[in-house]
């Protein structure tokens, strides 16, 4: 789906560096998710925003902070990386209250040395 | 919070056969229930979803159903091809905190789909 997308799509850091994740979209959604995958952990929520003003934590917020610069922008923010942040992140935007389909950007491969 | 289980982990099926993919979930309030498909290198994407007030929902190859009592759903793949092989993740809207809800994802199974 080309109406959300993520830069970069690849990105190999080094441990104690500052990464940041970028995600836009043009589908007009409130609501947009940053997630990470872990091989056999599925789809775990980092952080969600229901609007420019809301920033919520989700269940693995340490280690991450996020920021929603408009309506069509939220980015994923790693203070200082670790190795064991080395994953797939998705974004994810939505359009009905309370989550409803989530419509995912094309990832990006971080890997943390 | 909600906790959603989902299985088999893996699930290998020859063409034409029937797959069937389980997931159970904790939360009584929840009512949405998604299904989405992930192909190698790419992003998940819905396929078919239910909402609690539904016991069933077909769209050709793929259906879902629920039982709100022992609160599992299931999504049955039949006359499957190869390109149906991918991973499959199910989801349940569930409250989360206050009044935010949010879905909770199964950790997938990979369906393989050999000729």
């Known amino acids: 789906d080309a109406d959300v997308t993520q830069t970069p799509r690849n990105r190999i850091t080094k441990t104690g560096k500052r990464i940041m994740l970028e995600c836009s979209q043009t589908?007009?959604?409130?609501?947009m998710y940053w997630y990470r995958q872990d091989p056999g952990l599925g789809l775990r929520l980092i952080y969600y925003s229901f609007d420019v003003k809301d920033i919520n934590k989700g269940e693995i917020s340490d280690g991450y902070s996020v920021s929603r610069q408009a309506q069509a922008k939220f980015s994923l923010s790693l203070e200082s990386a670790i190795p064991n942040q080395t994953a797939l992140y998705f974004c994810?935007?939505?359009?009905?209250?309370?989550?409803?389909?989530?419509?995912f950007g094309p990832g990006t491969r971080l890997t943390v040395l | 919070g909600e906790n959603v289980e989902q299985h088999p982990s893996t699930l290998s099926v020859q063409e034409g056969d029937s797959a069937v993919i389980k997931c159970t979930y904790s939360d009584s309030a929840s009512n949405y229930f998604p299904w989405y498909k992930q192909e190698l290198g790419k992003r998940p994407q819905l396929i078919i979803d239910?909402?609690?007030?539904?016991g069933e929902k077909k769209d050709q190859r793929i259906a879902v159903t629920l039982n709100k009592t022992a609160k599992h759903f299931s999504l049955h793949i039949t006359e499957t091809q190869p390109e149906d092989s991918a991973v499959y993740f199910c989801?349940?809207?569930?409250?989360?905190?206050?009044?935010?809800?949010?879905?909770?994802f199964g950790k997938g199974t990979l369906l393989t789909v050999n000729p």
């Open positions: 989801a349940a809207r569930g409250r989360f905190t206050g009044s935010n809800y949010k879905q909770t």
């Open positions: 589908k007009g959604h409130d609501r």
């Open positions: 239910i909402r609690s007030n539904v």
């Open positions: 994810a935007t939505s359009d009905l209250p309370g989550a409803g389909t989530q419509y």
